[in-house]
């Protein structure tokens, strides 16, 4: 979406990140989408329709949904998931995202959630795979199954350094 956004109004990513942020939606109605946004570029403020923003953003989410109900289709599973699909990451937040995903596979949505994280940390769901990642990793720390008898546990520096960046800075 970011990519997509700096492309269509040709602006650097870090500031189609920021608008994605404010003004991306991915809503249908026609509500707001004439409103006129002043974006910063260059020390400048330039007038900016949202229409185009939305412009940008609708293709990126087209391609998104496709590419998710390919692949979940590919790989078997679509008749199984009768209790729906959980978002995570950044895009989970985008505001009508999860709405258009539910449409789109005509399967319930949820937002992952991160517990006790989420609670010291603002926008958690950017987080959730990389967490998601880590949590996975500690049967291989804690001597797990997944591991056999006497193997080297080659997880466990990589699982430490991760929870110790996440203590840190959370």
Same mark, same amino acid.
């Given at each position: 979406?970011?990519?997509?956004?700096?492309?269509?109004?040709?602006?650097?990513?870090?500031?189609?990140?920021?608008?994605?942020?404010?003004?991306?939606?991915?809503?249908?109605?026609?509500?707001?989408?004439?409103?006129?946004?002043?974006?910063?570029?260059?020390?400048?403020?330039?007038?900016?329709k949202?229409?185009?923003?939305?412009?940008?953003?609708?293709?990126?989410?087209?391609m998104?949904?496709?590419?998710?109900?390919?692949?979940?289709?590919?790989?078997?599973?679509?008749?199984?998931?009768?209790?729906?699909?959980?978002?995570?990451?950044?895009?989970?937040?985008l505001?009508?995202?999860?709405?258009?995903?539910?449409?789109?596979?005509?399967?319930?949505?949820?937002?992952?959630?991160?517990?006790? #994280?989420?609670?010291?940390m603002?926008n958690?769901?950017?987080?959730?795979?990389?967490?998601?990642l #880590?949590?996975?990793?500690?049967?291989f720390?804690?001597?797990?199954?997944a591991?056999?008898?006497? #193997?080297?546990?080659?997880? #466990?520096?990589i699982?430490?350094?991760?929870?110790?960046?996440?203590?840190?800075?959370f």
């Amino acid at each position: 979406v970011t990519q997509g956004i700096a492309e269509r109004l040709n602006i650097p990513l870090d500031l189609a990140d920021d608008i994605k942020k404010s003004y991306a939606t991915v809503v249908d109605a026609d509500h707001g989408r004439d409103e006129e946004l002043l974006i910063k570029k260059d020390g400048q403020y330039l007038p900016i329709k949202k229409r185009l923003i939305l412009d940008a953003v609708d293709p990126e989410v087209g391609m998104f949904l496709g590419a998710v109900k390919t692949a979940v289709q590919g790989a078997g599973f679509f008749g199984q998931l009768n209790e729906g699909v959980v978002m995570a990451g950044g895009g989970a937040l985008l505001p009508g995202l999860p709405e258009r995903v539910e449409a789109h596979l005509n399967l319930p949505v949820k937002i992952g959630w991160l517990g006790l #994280a989420a609670r010291r940390m603002p926008n958690a769901a950017k987080y959730a795979a990389a967490l998601g990642l #880590a949590q996975g990793a500690v049967p291989f720390q804690t001597g797990g199954a997944a591991r056999p008898e006497g #193997a080297p546990n080659r997880a #466990a520096p990589i699982v430490n350094r991760i929870k110790e960046l996440y203590q840190e800075y959370f």
